[in-house]
């Protein structure tokens, strides 16, 4: 079973609509993350989420909001979004966030903005 | 803040040995990470360094020099599959890691 699974794996949509990313883990960690992917650009950090609470938010505009209802799913809801941020959004887990535990990494989902 | 450099693309042949070079500058610096990511597919935990000094992990080798700021991945007889860009993020207590800008290896046969 694969440690870290998102859905869905590619989205297109609109600059007015409304849809969610969704990201479960199934390690037993207790921290969560949204990484956002541009091409030739480094992996950004969006989100963190400890224990179903948020200890980090890199000043990510407000389209974006997350949701970490327990410690084994985060969402990440998307409305009236920019054809900018056409990316791959990964979600990623690890035991605990304090920065000295290794991530794992679900394979993403592809968002493409018309 | 946190600035980590890694050259952009390397070109080795199948067999050889190549190093993969990253620098950093970064506050409250515990430990760094490596991570491979195939094209198309998630980045996967390769090594992570605490010490100074060089760890060994069958083919795939990574160096720490907390004084200069500096780390180095090495990775010996090259296969097709080791195509892939490789990352590298400094991390530090009490706060998450960044990461660099990726070097995107191209295995030749």
């Known amino acids: 079973e694969t440690g870290v699974t998102q859905t869905p794996r590619h989205l297109v949509m609109g600059m007015t609509n409304k849809k969610s990313l969704k990201c479960e883990q199934h390690l037993g960690h207790n921290a969560m993350y949204w990484y956002k992917q541009s091409a030739k650009k480094p992996l950004e950090l969006m989100f963190v989420y400890s224990l179903e609470e948020r200890v980090e938010n890199n000043s990510v505009p407000s389209r974006f909001s997350p949701e970490c209802p327990n410690s084994s799913h985060l969402f990440l809801h998307l409305h009236t979004l920019q054809p900018e941020d056409s990316a791959l959004y990964l979600c990623?887990?690890?035991?605990?966030?304090?920065?000295?535990?290794?991530?794992?990494f679900g394979d993403g989902t592809r968002l493409s903005i018309l | 803040g946190q600035n980590i450099d890694q050259p952009t693309e390397m070109t080795a042949t199948e067999g050889a040995i190549v190093q993969i070079n990253c620098t950093y500058q970064t506050s409250g610096f515990n430990g760094l990470f490596w991570y491979q990511q195939h094209a198309g597919e998630a980045p996967t935990f390769l090594s992570y360094n605490v010490l100074d000094g060089l760890e060994e992990k069958g083919r795939f080798s990574s160096f720490l020099s907390r004084s200069k700021g500096y780390s180095y991945l090495l990775l010996k007889e090259l296969q097709m599959k080791d195509s892939a860009s490789y990352l590298c993020?400094?991390?530090?207590?009490?706060?998450?890691?960044?990461f660099g800008p990726g070097t995107r290896l191209s295995v030749l046969p």
């Open positions: 990623a887990s690890s035991q605990e966030w304090e920065g000295n535990q290794p991530q794992h």
């Open positions: 993020a400094p991390s530090g207590y009490g706060q998450n890691f960044v």
